[in-house]
């Protein structure tokens, strides 16, 4: 039996892509974070068991779940996900005042990077996959500033009314 298709705005994507997808980011996070099974599932409210199963892609996520672990890391476990359907899901004050600048300096290595990968005019997967870190840190400067852009307009549309 054939995995159903979920409609994205640009091509139809399997349930099983999904499910591998959400398997190999928990993997990643827990291998990055230095975690257990254990740990994941306390962060989660789930078994150690039961995170090993969404990891390997032999239980689906429910939603609640799903949520949580977004509440939790963010668009870190989210958006590899949601990238299967050309979405992308930004942190509301993303970066602090503080990392400007550290996001400064990933717009430029972003920017140096994509030039030195565009001299053969096309971006390989191995250039994608290479630069994404550099892509969320340029994202959440991009998320914060569009807030400051948001709060400025909503004090200018008060200060009119007063």
């Given at each position: 039996?054939?995995s159903?298709l979920?409609?994205?705005?640009?091509?139809p994507?399997?349930?099983?892509s999904?499910?591998?997808?959400?398997?190999?980011t928990?993997q990643?996070?827990?291998?990055?974070?230095?975690?257990?099974?254990?740990d994941?599932g306390e962060l989660i409210?789930?078994?150690?068991d039961?995170?090993?199963?969404?990891?390997?892609?032999?239980?689906?996520m429910?939603?609640?779940?799903?949520l949580?672990c977004?509440?939790?890391?963010?668009g870190?476990?989210?958006?590899p996900?949601?990238?299967?359907f050309?979405?992308?899901?930004?942190?509301s004050a993303?970066?602090?005042?503080g990392?400007?600048?550290?996001?400064?300096?990933?717009?430029?290595?972003?920017?140096?990077?994509?030039?030195?990968?565009m001299?053969?005019?096309?971006?390989?997967?191995?250039?994608?996959?290479?630069m994404?870190?550099?892509?969320?840190?340029?994202?959440?400067?991009?998320?914060y500033?569009?807030?400051?852009?948001?709060?400025?307009?909503?004090?200018k549309?008060v200060?009119r009314?007063?």
């Amino acid at each position: 039996m054939r995995s159903p298709l979920i409609h994205g705005s640009n091509r139809p994507v399997s349930a099983s892509s999904a499910v591998e997808v959400i398997g190999q980011t928990l993997q990643q996070i827990k291998q990055e974070d230095g975690l257990t099974w254990a740990d994941l599932g306390e962060l989660i409210g789930k078994s150690e068991d039961q995170v090993a199963k969404y990891a390997t892609g032999i239980a689906t996520m429910d939603a609640p779940t799903f949520l949580r672990c977004c509440e939790r890391w963010n668009g870190r476990f989210a958006n590899p996900v949601y990238a299967l359907f050309d979405l992308h899901l930004g942190e509301s004050a993303a970066t602090k005042k503080g990392d400007i600048p550290a996001s400064l300096l990933g717009m430029t290595r972003l920017s140096a990077f994509l030039q030195e990968a565009m001299l053969d005019q096309k971006l390989s997967d191995e250039d994608v996959i290479a630069m994404h870190p550099f892509v969320e840190i340029v994202g959440g400067l991009i998320d914060y500033l569009r807030k400051l852009y948001a709060d400025a307009m909503e004090r200018k549309a008060v200060e009119r009314h007063k």
